[in-house]
């Protein structure tokens, strides 16, 4: 039970490996892929981290999650907290409910419960049959809106939600931005797979982390000096230098797609929520001098590695969010800050204490499925793994969407 891996696993500091999954030691790497090699040369020999990055998740044909490849779950590559069992979908349909039925009607379409990244489609399918059975009025306008840039998952997503009681259409943000819609928009585990940019300390200055060609391997290796358009968010932070407590070598990451993916998420609503549930820490722990190797891993078939060069294109590279430059972005993206905490706290708020009591009155489930759902709802608030995820949520338009405070917020009963 204790292999089934529940990113994050945070290697430096923090989170226990042992807790999670398997953490796979030391670089055991093979030739890079013919067509990673063909990339790799065709530009000079090295790209920056960022680049590798989006080319081993999302390139369409090679790319972990472009082809398809990555499975979410227990028999997967890695779990998340909808694919432990629908009780996490359940809890967060009360948020996400009370945000839709507080929106007015709009005039152009259904109101849209917008899923970005939505995975297996596992969620998706778990909401509507929440909504569905418990709030028909309002499943009677809504309509559920996919985002996802990968063509692979999209495939698996369109089989899973094949009996969903809600129409559905997957969009991309572009076609959405033409019609923006009334709404609530979701992002789960969605942000951690954004390319990220590794920075290394040299001295008095940040580099660029490259991935480079040698022979037959490939090597990650500080670059030219960042640009100072990169280096804002550090500079809000007063890192603008590394400082004498990071030395040489000192690496950790940015997060340059975020901006533009909150700008292109906010375009595409008219007025609304945006909820982003994921893995983050605040910029004094992202950014201390003690986690010299920054926050990224790799997971596959329920192991986690600190080494992302290895099997390029088979496993899943993921880095967790500073808050601080999430609230930023977010803010110059036109979104309005509602809030956050950690996933723990706002799953009491929602209600999670009252639903494991209410196990107890469900025998008729049968002793293992009841034990897999305790044992679910329990790793979804342990404050060592799942629990330690942050809920944060932002508004856009006018009250009460801007004002309100989230449900999730509130002091458990
Ligand atoms: C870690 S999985 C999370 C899946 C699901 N939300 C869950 O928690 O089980 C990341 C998902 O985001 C998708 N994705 C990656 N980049 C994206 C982007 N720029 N916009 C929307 N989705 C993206 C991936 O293809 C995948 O479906």
Same mark, same amino acid.
């Given at each position: 039970?204790?292999?089934?891996?529940?990113?994050?696993?945070?290697?430096?500091?923090?989170?226990?490996?042992?807790?999670?999954?398997?953490?796979?030691?030391?670089?055991?790497?093979?030739?890079?892929?013919?067509?990673?090699?063909?990339?790799?040369?065709?530009?000079?020999?090295?790209?920056?981290?960022?680049?590798?990055?989006?080319?081993?998740?999302?390139?369409?044909?090679?790319?972990?999650?472009?082809?398809?490849?990555?499975?979410?779950?227990?028999?997967?590559?890695?779990?998340?907290?909808?694919?432990?069992?629908?009780?996490?979908?359940?809890?967060?349909?009360?948020?996400?409910?009370?945000?839709?039925?507080?929106?007015?009607?709009?005039?152009?379409?259904?109101?849209?419960?917008?899923?970005?990244?939505?995975?297996?489609?596992?969620?998706?399918?778990?909401?509507?049959?929440?909504?569905?059975?418990?709030?028909?009025?309002?499943?009677?306008?809504?309509?559920?809106?996919?985002?996802?840039?990968?063509?692979?998952?999209?495939?698996?997503?369109?089989?899973?939600?094949?009996?969903?009681?809600?129409?559905?259409?997957?969009?991309?943000?572009?076609?959405?931005?033409?019609?923006?819609?009334?709404?609530?928009?979701?992002?789960?585990?969605?942000?951690?797979?954004?390319?990220?940019?590794?920075?290394?300390?040299?001295?008095?200055?940040?580099?660029?982390?490259?991935?480079?060609?040698?022979?037959?391997?490939?090597?990650?290796?500080?670059?030219?000096?960042?640009?100072?358009? !990169? &280096? =804002?968010?550090?500079? +809000?932070?007063? /890192? *603008?230098?590394?400082?004498? @407590?990071?030395?040489? %070598?000192?690496?950790?990451?940015?997060?340059?797609?975020?901006?533009?993916?909150?700008?292109?998420?906010?375009?595409?609503?008219?007025?609304?929520?945006?909820?982003?549930?994921?893995?983050?820490?605040?910029?004094?722990?992202?950014?201390?001098?003690?986690?010299?190797?920054?926050?990224?891993?790799?997971?596959?078939?329920?192991?986690?590695?600190?080494?992302?060069?290895?099997?390029?294109?088979?496993?899943?590279?993921?880095?967790?969010?500073?808050?601080?430059?999430?609230?930023?972005?977010?803010?110059?993206?036109?979104?309005?800050?509602?809030?956050?905490?950690?996933?723990?706290?706002? !799953? &009491? =708020?929602?209600?999670? +204490?009252?639903? /494991? *009591?209410?196990?107890?009155? @469900?025998?008729?489930? %049968?002793?293992?499925?009841?034990?897999?759902?305790?044992?679910?709802?329990?790793?979804?608030?342990?404050?060592?793994?799942?629990?330690?995820?942050?809920?944060?949520?932002?508004?856009?338009?006018?009250?009460?969407?801007?004002?309100?405070?989230?449900?999730?917020?509130?002091?458990?009963?």
């Amino acid at each position: 039970m204790l292999a089934i891996a529940a990113r994050p696993t945070d290697q430096p500091l923090g989170l226990g490996a042992s807790l999670c999954c398997w953490l796979i030691g030391g670089p055991v790497r093979s030739e890079p892929p013919a067509w990673l090699r063909q990339r790799l040369e065709a530009a000079g020999g090295s790209v920056p981290f960022s680049i590798y990055m989006e080319w081993v998740l999302h390139d369409p044909l090679h790319g972990a999650y472009g082809c398809g490849r990555l499975r979410i779950g227990r028999d997967g590559d890695f779990v998340t907290s909808p694919s432990l069992g629908p009780d996490f979908a359940l809890l967060l349909a009360r948020q996400l409910i009370d945000w839709l039925e507080a929106l007015p009607a709009d005039p152009e379409h259904r109101l849209s419960l917008v899923e970005t990244g939505p995975g297996e489609g596992q969620l998706a399918l778990d909401l509507a049959l929440h909504i569905a059975a418990e709030r028909p009025e309002l499943a009677s306008r809504l309509e559920l809106v996919l985002v996802e840039p990968n063509p692979g998952m999209a495939e698996r997503q369109r089989l899973r939600l094949q009996t969903c009681p809600l129409p559905r259409r997957w969009l991309s943000f572009a076609e959405l931005a033409d019609a923006p819609r009334t709404g609530v928009v979701l992002a789960h585990e969605v942000l951690d797979a954004l390319a990220v940019e590794r920075i290394v300390a040299d001295g008095a200055l940040w580099r660029r982390q490259l991935v480079t060609l040698h022979g037959d391997s490939l090597r990650l290796e500080p670059g030219e000096p960042l640009e100072p358009e !990169l &280096l =804002a968010p550090l500079a +809000a932070l007063e /890192l *603008h230098q590394p400082g004498p @407590q990071r030395p040489t %070598g000192w690496c950790s990451e940015l997060h340059p797609g975020l901006e533009p993916w909150l700008r292109d998420c906010a375009r595409s609503l008219r007025r609304g929520q945006l909820l982003v549930i994921d893995y983050a820490h605040e910029a004094w722990r992202y950014y201390a001098p003690q986690r010299a190797n920054g926050t990224l891993m790799a997971y596959r078939a329920q192991q986690a590695s600190d080494d992302p060069l290895q099997d390029p294109g088979h496993w899943d590279l993921t880095a967790h969010l500073c808050l601080e430059s999430l609230e930023l972005a977010a803010e110059r993206a036109g979104w309005c800050s509602l809030g956050q905490c950690r996933q723990g706290q706002a !799953l &009491l =708020a929602l209600g999670l +204490a009252e639903q /494991l *009591h209410g196990l107890q009155r @469900q025998q008729a489930l %049968g002793l293992d499925r009841l034990l897999q759902r305790r044992e679910a709802l329990l790793r979804l608030v342990d404050p060592g793994a799942l629990g330690d995820f942050r809920w944060v949520a932002f508004g856009l338009g006018e009250p009460p969407e801007v004002e309100c405070p989230p449900l999730f917020l509130r002091e458990p009963l």
